[in-house]
Each structure stands twice: as C-alpha cells, then as structure tokens.
C-alpha cells in the first residue's frame, strides 16, 4: 500500500477529481491548505498599498492506495493538473505499513 | 419484604409498553404516548409498591412522588423516572432506606432507569445550590403512592412558600443553565442533525415555559400539557408540543433508548412516516425538516420571551423611570432595557409608525418588548393593511436596511408578518430547508445571516475582515446590497432548476413595485444575476493568472460593483455554516477583489469607446431623440473610457449629452444635484490645464469634502468630471438657494472672471483629526498603461487634499487624463493617468513629483 499526497492549484481540482474517479479511485482526503515552492510569492499592491502574498493558496489531496492503483493514480494526476507554469505543484509518494477500517476492523488492502 | 418482580406486573408492564408501540405506529400521537406511559408506570410502582411497603397504600410516614417530566405526565418511552421518597423525620428511615432501596433494585431489574432521591419535608424546603435541578423537578410535583397527607403538606405549605423565598435564585440559575445549554449548541435552533431535547427550540425549552411560570405562581397549579390546551400560551405553542412530542416518542422507539439526535437518516423515516403532521402522506424530508424547524423557532421565541420576561429587574421607581426616558426614546417609541415599548400601539395602524418601529429597531439594534410584538400582529390583523403596493414605501425599508440591526428587525418583521406583507415574494422562503451537507440554516435563516454578517463587518478591527470592513463603510448604497441580499435565493422557493432567474424575476417585481430608480433596479439585478460569479472564479480558475482577472473585470465593468459582488460573496459563503469561510478562503477572495480592482484602475485608457461600437449600440438607440442627435452623442462618447458606460445609467449618460449639447451656447457646462446623503456634481468643459484642480479647488473653497471623483476627457477634447461630494457644514442643505451660487461659482472659476487662490485665501482647509493614523503612500506605475503613466496615491482624507493633488500635477506640467478618487473609511484612494507632453512621465518628473507630493500633503 502506498500513500499519495498530492499538493495542486485549486482551479485543476475538478479535472483531478474525475480524473481519479475514472481511473477507479474513489476514497480521497482534501484540504485547503497554503504554500510555495522555489518561487517563493510575491509583492502586490492594492491602492497603493503593499500587500506580499507569499503563500499561495493551494489543494492537498492524500489518498491510500493498493500498489496497482499507484501508477494509474500518479498518470491521472499529471494529466489533470498539469498547465505547464510554475505552481502546478508536486506529488509525494510513501510507503504505509497498515491501514485498518474502524467499522468492521478489517485490515490490510481490504480496508481500503 | 420481596426480592424478585412478581410475574404478573413484569408481564402486565410489558404488555402495555407493547400496546404503547402498536398505538403509536398506527396513530403517530406522541401526546397519547406520554400519558399512557405514565400510567403504566404509576401502575407498575404501585404494583411493586404494595409489596414493598406492606403497610399498604395509604400507610402513613412515606410518600412515593413523581416528578420532572414523570410528575407532569410527560414520560417519554424511555425517559429516566425521577421519583421522591419524601419521609417523615424520625419515623424509622433504617427501615424505609431499604425498601426503597428494595424497589429501586426491582426497577433497575426491569431496565427502568430510575433517578430517586429521598428527603424529609425539612429538606425539601433547604435550598442546596449544587443541586438546582432537584429544585426544579419539584416544580412538577405529583402524588403516586403513600401518605397523601405527607404530600399535601409537601404540595399545599413547603414547596409554596419555599419558592416564594428562593424564586430569584432558581430563576438565575435556571437562567444560567439555559444560557450555557444554549451556548453549547451554537445559540441556533438551525442544526442540520438537531438533538430534539436540549437544542434551542427543543423539548428542555418547552419545558422552560412551564418552569417559569411555575416560579412566578407557585401557588396555583397549571394544567399540564398532556391535561388540556389552555397549558399552552397560543396555539402556535400546542402545535409545537405535539408535534415535538411524536418527534421524540418515535426517536425513543426507533432507537430503543433515550436517543434524541434526528440524523439524516432519521430524518428521512419520520419524513415517510409524515410523523407530526396531518395531511398526506409522505412527505420530502426537506419539507419535513421545515415544518420542524418552524415549531422549533416557535418555541424558541416564547422561551427567550418568557425568559426576558422573567429575568426584567424590578427595579425602582427612579430606576424605572430614568430608564423610560432613556435618550433614544421619542414620543412614539419608549426604550427600557434594550428593548421597546409602545405608548400608544393604536398609532402603528398608520404604516409610517409601523415601518418606523422597524426603521427605530434596525437603526439603535434594539429588541422588541413582548408586547410590541404582540401590538404589531393585532394592527396587521386589525387595518387588514397590505404594506405591498404602498406607495414610496422604498424609502422606509431602506432605512431598515441600512440600520447594524437591521437583519434583527428583518426577523421580528417576517415573525410577525410584516415582511410577508410588504414583501409577499420572500414568503415562499419561510424556514425552507436545503438538505445537504453544507447548508446549515434555512434558506430564510441564511438570507437574514447574510445581512447580519455584513454589517458586523462595521465593526472588524484586524485581519481580513477589517479589509472587507473597509469596503463595506465606502459603499454610496449599502442598503442595495442587503435588498440584493433578500432577494438573491428567493428564487429557491420558487424553481427547483434555476433559482438564479426565478430571484432577477422576483426581485425586478419588488423593486418596481417599491419604487427604486431604474439605475438601482439595474445594480440588484446585476448583483443577483452574478451572485455566484466570483465564489464560481475561486474554485474553478486560476485567480493569478491575468486573462481570467481581466475576464472578471470585464463582468463586473467598475470598483463600485465589485465591491458590491465580493461583498455580497463574502457574506453568502460566511452565511452557509460557521465554518464555510475559512481564512484560506478570504483571502482568496480577498486577492480576486483586489487583482481585478487593480485591473480596472490600470487599464482604463486602453479600452476606449469607438464611433461604429457607438453607433451600433442600444445605448445610441436609447438616446437618440430624446432631444439628442447623433452628432450630439458622438461629440460626447467618441474617445471616452470603456468604464464610463459601466459607471452610469442611462439617465445620467442621457443627462451629460444634454449637457453636451448645450456646450455650443455655454462652454462650461454644471449640475449639481441631491444623491441620498452627498451631493453629485457633473461638470462638463473643454480640456485645459487645471480644470479638474479649479473644480476641486472651488469645492474646497465652498467647505465641501470630496468623497469619490471620475474624470474623463473624449476624442474631442471634452472633459466630463463627475464628483461626489459631502456638505460637513450643511450649507446647501439648509440654504437651497447656494446650489445656484456655488455652480454659478464654478463657472466663474472655469472662465476665469473668479480667483480661486482668493476664494481659498481665508478658508485654508486644515487636515482633519484622524481617529486612525493614515501614512500617505504614493507610487508611480509605468508599465500597467500602455500611454500613460499611473499615480496612485493613499492619503488621510480631508477638505481640500484633491485639489492639493491636482495644483502639484498642474505645476509640474501634468495633464490629468483620466482620475479616480475614493475613501475607504479615513482613507483617501485616488488614481491618476497621466501625460506630460503627450508621453508618459520622466524619471526626473516622477522623483520632483514624489518630493512635491510628500511636501504638500505631509507623512
């Protein structure tokens, strides 16, 4: 089982969504979260005044997911939420050691 | 003694609480539960009872008492039994402990979840203030067992007199306890998963009623709300007790235990079952959900009522009438603790007085009295009066509009009929519920959260909110964004498909018929037709990317409705649930506001309006013939920014081509006119050097404040200056005759035959005191114009700062080709397109500029 943590831009959280499901994902956590990457922000100014936004407005989106879903799921996120400009964000991937379902106790693959 | 359940009352029990479930699954009546219930289980300790205690029913020294909900015969199907065992002092309690103790066991045995206590009459009447609630269910005192002469003694002489002495502490703790329960859920009756028993509106504020009254008679012995109707304050209130008592009786059932949450899918069965109501069968949950809600809010208010009632101090008499002659009382409103009274609810059958009680209430946020609210619904009924096709009534409900208080008043005004009367369109939102997992009120509930939020943005202090604050205060008409506001989900009441449409359809036949000018009726419709507009641009666009920016700006064409629509979206998202505006998003809406508000100061002369776009539009149609010819309206809009069609109605653009064409016999061209609080100057002239600073001069000579300000120039060379100004000394409104001289004024300065440096000799306008410190801030912007070089500047507002402004520009050889000026509270907002020679500004320039700006104006 691996963990998929996607950070993306908010406005390609729709396409990346369907793009999932089509993929035969469905269990996802979302939140609405803030950051940057090498770019680092930047300074606007709003009626003369300075205001930096520094921390962009970002979606993150984790999901655990049985090995043979990994690739499928890395391919449908790139292809949805790729515009090609800086801030499209990153995938992380990570290993997990046990996932269990409260309802029934059930472990394994099967409580995904 | 006995230590096991005789056969024959478990079997009896068990059959009754059978029959009990069989009667309620055929009947649905949550009432007859509850007396049936407790008569089985008067039954059943009885029956236990005579074993227990072998001296019989009538045996002296110990009395078996209900209490609580058991005491008032209101014994839900799986409700604790709280019970009494009131004893005589000295009278072998060794032995009554354990038969008491004895039944209790047996109770527990039979899963009857019993909550006893035992006390002598002495100890009835001590007051024991870590144990109120015991206090309270005595209230509700009622003899099953035992010593009647013990209990008369209990009923008739020491509860009497005990809560004749301790009334003020159990009201203020009962008071406390229901602030705190309240409290814990939110204060709202609106729960998408409502808890049916302590939720506001729930069965423990019911019950609160009965408690109060109790407290305040405690000799005389209200009918029980299971005995007969006349238990009940109104009909409203009965409703309510039956229909929450089905309620909760089929909770019990469905659950099997005292479970009191209605989840969804509870919701849902009950829905099916149309349990509570009459009528066919079944029903939507969502319309289900509605018809609790209204019971809900109706007990709700009757015990936030009888609690006010209940907790008004007895002051003195000095107190009391000091009080009466609070500073805000008038000869037709009287204000007493924050709350008003009429001394003469005969005059609310004029509508004047009848709005003006709202006008009162929304403008000091105060409350109602008791019994104003009562004077407001007899009047109503009485004149039989339909507020609806009154005329001018407009100007009344703008000022409940515009009051803080004014979604307070909007609710007392829909509670007592008012707002269906003046408003008959917003009656189909009546505690209309949206099942879903974001909204949490009802769509009515929403509609008045959404005003109530605005305006306590008046008072935001720091973070995002004080920026949204800003916006808020700078607004010319806020009371047409709360009407846009009312307005903008009716439609959800009237079409399942497309709520937007069906709230424009709504919304025009209001305004038209309540008589708001055609420029407002075109700003609602704007506002409702794009009220989703911009929360739809967060979450599907990339709001940093300049095309979608530009695109928005393009929608909302000026600052004055974006303002209005990122106003209008902050509140709907706040008003969904407490917490649908996250940080994250603010300030996401935040940027968008602020990236497009950019756009529309820094591109204004690159879209300009042509001859043939003219020519083809509804616009020349429009004004064509009415006393303005073709040739006319060209000389006019040929060349002028696109944001000039955006920024005025039709009637302005029709005014300023009349203006135009009468250029030809009198060059300068001015109107002043009345808008609202501030006046509107319009000024029309050929562009030379100083006109917009002569103009801005000539205000200030007059003590006039600028307050926001556009100036333009055409193809041909015309100027066309609109500014809005406030009179802070009320000269033209006390003097009519001044508008004449003051325009009479501008023109002499145009020509030239006045010395405007003599005028402002002698009324040197001095910086006002500002509450809060405001840096002055200016910054020059090369790159965003592709003609013109931008100044904008941020400055402490006051009398004279534009025309300051304008004199530096004009000394160093600037020409003004298109300003903007705003406030934002204390602050002044002005931007500048500027040419000097034909090209944009040196660098020399800009930094001679700076220099001289910061001179003049000051840090």
């Known amino acids: 089982m691996k963990k998929l943590e996607a950070i993306i831009q908010p406005s390609r959280f729709e396409a990346v969504k369907e793009a999932l499901r089509e993929a035969g994902i469905e269990g996802m956590t979302v939140s609405d979260v803030r950051g940057h990457g090498r770019q680092k922000g930047h300074t606007e100014v709003y009626r003369g005044r300075e205001y930096t936004v520094d921390l962009l407005p970002k979606i993150k989106i984790e999901m655990v997911i049985a090995e043979p879903f990994v690739e499928p799921a890395i391919q449908a996120i790139l292809r949805a939420a790729k515009t090609g400009k800086i801030g499209d964000g990153k995938i992380f991937i990570s290993r997990i050691d046990e996932a269990i379902r409260i309802r029934n106790e059930e472990r394994g693959e099967n409580a995904l | 003694m006995i230590s096991a359940i005789p056969q024959s009352v478990t079997e009896t029990y068990a059959e009754g609480l059978a029959a ?137 002489r020491v509860l ?218 007899a009047a109503l009924r009485q004149t039989g009066m339909s507020l609806a096709w009154q005329p001018g009534v407009w100007g009344e409900f703008e000022r409940i509009l515009q009051g803080p208080g004014a979604a307070s008043a909007l609710r007392k005004m829909q509670e007592s009929g008012v707002l269906a009367s003046l408003l008959p369109e917003f009656g189909c939102l009546d505690a209309l519920v949206v099942r879903d997992f974001f909204h949490r009120y009802t769509v009515d509930e929403h509609t008045f959260r959404t005003i109530e939020h605005l305006h306590q943005l008046r008072g935001a202090q720091e973070g995002i909110e004080r920026r949204f604050g800003e916006l808020f205060t700078s607004l010319e008409q806020p009371a047409l964004l709360c009407f846009a506001l009312l307005m903008h989900d009716v439609g959800k009441g009237i079409s399942d498909t497309d709520h937007v449409t069906a709230s424009r359809e709504a919304a025009r036949s209001a305004a038209g018929r309540m008589g708001l000018g055609a420029g407002d009726r075109e700003l609602v419709d704007f506002l409702i037709a794009h009220h989703l507009a911009m929360s739809a641009t967060l979450q599907r666009r990339d709001i940093f990317d300049a095309e979608v920016v530009r695109g928005f700006a393009e929608l909302v064409g000026t600052q004055e409705r974006l303002k209005l629509l990122t106003l209008l979206t902050w509140a709907d998202i706040r008003s969904v649930n407490p917490e649908a505006m996250t940080p ?174 003599q005028m402002l000799r002698g009324r040197t306008p001095s910086p006002l005191a500002a509450r809060v410190r405001v840096p002055t801030e200016v910054r020059f912007d090369s790159e965003s114009s592709a003609h013109c070089t931008l100044l904008e500047l941020g400055a402490c507002d006051r009398p004279g700062l534009l025309y300051t402004v304008a004199k530096v520009l004009a000394e160093e050889g600037c020409n003004i080709e298109v300003a903007l000026a705003d406030t934002e509270g204390q602050r002044a907002v002005d931007v500048f397109y500027l040419r000097s020679q034909g090209a944009k500004l040196a660098p020399g320039q800009l930094e001679r500029l700076h220099e001289k700006l910061f001179a003049r104006i000051g840090e």
């Not at chain 2, 000579?701 to 809005?724: H, L, P, Q, S, Y």
Request: proline residues 4%.
């Open chain 2, 20 to 156: 009990l479930r069989r009667a309620f699954d055929s009947t649905a009546d949550g009432a007859a539960v509850l007396r049936d219930r407790t008569a089985l289980v008067d039954s059943l300790l009885c029956g236990l009872a005579q074993h227990v205690f072998p001296a019989g029913p009538s045996a002296r020294g110990m009395a078996m008492v209900a209490l609580g909900g058991y005491g008032g015969r209101t014994l839900f199907p799986h409700s604790d039994v709280d019970l009494l065992f009131l004893v005589e002092e000295g009278r072998a309690p060794q032995r009554h402990s354990q038969q008491i103790a004895a039944l209790c066991r047996l109770l527990w045995d039979m899963r009857l979840r019993v909550s006893p206590a035992t006390r002598t009459l002495e100890e009835c009447d001590q007051l024991q203030h870590d144990n109120i609630e015991f206090h309270i269910s005595l209230l509700d005192r009622r003899l099953v067992y035992g010593d009647a002469g013990l209990f008369a003694a209990l009923h008739q």
């Open chain 2, 160 to 377: 009497p007199q005990f809560v004749r002495r301790e009334a003020p502490t159990l009201l203020k703790n009962l008071a406390g306890v229901t602030q705190a329960r309240h409290e814990r859920h939110g204060r709202t009756v609106f729960h998408l998963e409502p808890n049916v028993k302590d939720t506001p509106g729930g069965w423990r504020d019911l019950q609160l009623t009965r408690w109060l009254t109790a407290l305040a008679a405690p000799e005389h012995v209200a009918p029980r709300f299971t005995d007969s109707k006349s238990a009940f304050a109104s009909d409203e209130l009965a409703q309510a007790f039956f229909f929450l008592a089905s309620v909760r009786c089929a909770l019990h059932f469905l659950a099997g235990r005292d479970d009191n949450t209605l989840s969804s899918e509870r919701q849902e069965r009950l829905a099916d079952a149309g349990t509570g109501m009459s009528g066919p069968r079944p029903v939507t949950a969502a319309r289900w959900m509605q018809q609790y809600f209204r019971n809900a809010r109706a007990l709700d208010r009757a015990a936030r009522r009888a609690l006010d009632d209940a907790l008004e101090p007895r002051s003195g008499l000095y107190a009391a009438f000091e009080n009466w002659l609070s500073h805000l009382s008038n000869s037709d409103f009287s204000v007493m603790h924050r709350r008003i009274y009429l001394p003469r609810p005969a005059a609310l059958r004029d509508r004047h007085v009848l709005l003006g009680l709202f006008e009162f209430m929304a403008r000091h946020d105060l409350d109602l009295s008791g019994s104003a609210e009562l004077a407001v619904t």
């Open chain 2, 584 to 757: 994250w998003k603010a300030e996401m809406l935040w940027h968008l506001y602020a990236a497009t508000a950019n756009h529309l100061s820094r591109s204004l002369d690159d879209e300009r309006v042509s001859p043939q776009e003219l020519d083809a539009s509804q616009l020349a149609r429009e004004l064509t013939g009415q006393s303005t010819s073709r040739e006319q309206l060209h000389a006019l809009f040929d060349g002028l920014p696109r944001r000039y069609l955006a920024a005025h109605s039709r009637e302005e653009m029709a005014l300023h081509a009349r203006l135009a064409g009468a250029m030809k016999s009198e060059p300068v061209q001015v109107d002043v006119r009345r808008k609202h609080h501030i006046f509107e100057l319009t000024v029309l002239a050929p562009d030379r050097p100083l006109v917009f600073a002569s103009i801005c001069g000539t205000l200030a000579a007059w003590g006039m404040n600028i307050v926001k300000a556009e100036a333009f120039a055409n193809a041909a060379g015309t100027v066309v200056d609109t500014i809005r100004f406030s009179d802070p000394h009320r000269t033209l409104e006390m003097n009519p005759e001044e508008t004449e001289r003051l325009k009479e004024s501008l023109r002499n300065v145009l020509y030239g035959r006045a010395s405007l440096e």
